[in-house]
């Protein structure tokens, strides 16, 4: 079956500028989770949606960052204002909910701030 | 921070040596999950450990929790080329979201 898809694959763009990039989930997964990478790191948590809850923001860096999930589907990230250490790599996992299940990424949006 | 770390960063062996990847963690767990990179990918889920277990298997993967030393082991037996990835824990405590470690960067030389 499919598994997460995450697009665009690579965006490059001007400082200032506004990014948003997208998350299609595994279907039935109740649980998305959006994550950042930057070169040769960890992950970082930035949001998580569970079903109908509200979400849990806390891992969002700034103000500028925002997350959207309508239902138990597509989830948007948007950047505003773009600066240049917001470059990195965007990943965003699904999965059944429960902290017993798997995580299932996607390959990620490499994002370069120029 | 949470954050969970692995030992060593980096690791570079030759095809069917072994491989251990170490991690440990600050907080009390429920569980703890372990993943592969390769490059320009995503993670791929390899194996979860529950709190209450000290070993587990899957095919050449063994891993080992000691939740007294808040540390797990990740080996991989009979290294191949095609392991060469980065390595990442995952701890999940009572929260449904996971720390990940900062990864261990194995290389198998053919």
């Known amino acids: 079956g499919a598994g997460v898809s995450q697009s665009p694959s690579n965006k490059v763009t001007e400082k200032g500028k506004d990014v948003e990039l997208r998350c299609d989930p595994i279907?039935?997964?109740?649980?998305l989770y959006w994550y950042r990478q930057r070169l040769g790191q960890g992950l970082e948590f930035l949001i998580y949606f569970q079903g109908n809850s509200a979400p849990d923001k806390s891992g969002l860096p700034s103000d500028r960052f925002s997350a959207e999930r309508t239902g138990e589907s597509v989830s948007t990230l948007t950047i505003q204002r773009t600066q240049q250490e917001d470059s990195a790599v965007y990943l965003c996992?699904?999965?059944?909910?429960?902290?017993?299940?798997?995580?299932?990424f996607g390959d990620g949006t490499r994002l370069s701030i120029l | 921070s949470q954050q969970g770390e692995e030992d060593p960063q980096a690791l570079s062996i030759q095809e069917g040596e072994n491989a251990t990847m170490n991690c440990s963690y600050k907080?009390?767990?429920?569980?703890l999950q372990w993943y592969r990179q390769n490059s320009g990918r995503g993670l791929v889920h390899l194996i979860l450990i529950r709190s209450n277990e000290r070993e587990k298997h899957s095919g050449r993967l063994r891993v080992t929790l000691d939740t007294s030393k808040k540390s797990s082991s990740l080996l991989i037996t009979a290294s191949r080329a095609a392991d060469t990835a980065s390595y990442f824990c995952a701890e999940r405590g009572g929260s449904y979201i996971p720390t990940f470690g900062r990864g261990t960067s194995l290389i198998v030389h053919p």
């Open positions: 907080t009390s767990i429920n569980n």
């Open positions: 996992a699904s999965s059944w909910g429960q902290s017993t299940q798997p995580q299932h």
């Open positions: 279907s039935g997964h109740t649980a």
